[in-house]
């Protein structure tokens, strides 16, 4: 059974900080891995796929990597600001399509 | 407004009553997932629908809930009898399917949720 981790839970950086949140998958048999975005009460924002054949994804001053063979993807958030402040989500997409997703790393970027 | 809309944002009910999502993709989209997410937790998956195929579904769908996808398009998710547990934001995602460059595209674009509170 496919299984998601994401660490750490939770991350507090002040503002111009770059970071990684980590996200590992316990099988790496998967069709792609997807990072979104989650504002409090909201639904989720797509940031980043990532085929499975590939091994990043870069999208202004986000860049999403992808090891599939150790089962990790990591998400490099470059200066970061405090309207990057949100819960990141983790999701693997299995070969039936649907996403499996992580805990999440809930981020607060501090003024 | 172009994206996966759904309705109501909001749903208090009080336990035992019937209460029904209702979730219109992005058009052309062939493929409608819905999921459900508690507090502090990432969403799980419920079921999904290829065009109006219901294709697959988790063992967390309970024989309370019920979803369809008549002719395609919109979605409806039905939760008879409620209870407490059922208390949570109810997600629905669409796709489309198809290839680029011979790479299978799949990615999924999430509405705004309905948030579901049972008393």
């Known amino acids: 059974k496919q299984e998601v981790t994401q660490i750490p839970a939770a991350l507090s950086v002040p503002e111009g900080e770059n970071l990684v949140l980590n996200c590992s998958f316990t099988?790496?048999?998967?069709?792609?891995l997807q990072w979104f975005r989650q504002d409090p009460g909201k639904g989720l924002t797509s940031l980043l796929l990532?085929?499975?054949?590939?091994r990043e994804q870069t999208s202004g001053r986000l860049n999403a990597s992808l090891d599939k063979s150790s089962g990790r993807s990591t998400l490099y958030i470059a200066a970061s600001q405090p309207g990057d402040s949100a819960t990141y989500l983790c999701?693997?997409?299995?070969?039936?399509?649907?996403?499996?997703f992580g805990s999440g790393t809930r981020l607060l970027v501090r003024p | 407004d172009t994206g996966v809309s759904q309705n109501p944002r909001h749903k208090i009910t009080k336990r035992g009553q019937n209460v029904t999502f209702r979730c219109d993709p992005i058009?052309?989209?062939?493929?409608l997932y819905w999921y459900r997410q508690t507090l502090g937790q990432g969403p799980e998956f419920l079921t999904y629908?290829?065009?109006?195929?219901?294709?697959?579904k988790s063992r967390l769908l309970s024989d309370r809930f019920s979803a369809e996808r008549p002719k395609g398009s919109f979605s409806t998710l039905e939760i008879q009898r409620t209870e407490q547990g059922d208390s949570a934001m109810y997600l629905c995602?669409?796709?489309?399917?198809?290839?680029?460059?011979?790479?299978?595209?799949?990615?999924?674009?999430f509405g705004p949720g309905t948030r579901l509170t049972v008393l």
């Open positions: 990532i085929q499975s054949s590939q």
């Open positions: 629908f290829q065009n109006e195929a219901q294709l697959e």
């Open positions: 058009s052309e989209h062939n493929r």
């Open positions: 999701a693997v997409m299995d070969s039936s399509y649907k996403l499996i």
């Open positions: 099988d790496s048999a998967i069709y792609n």
């Open positions: 995602a669409s796709s489309l399917t198809g290839t680029s460059g011979g790479v299978q595209l799949e990615e999924q674009f």
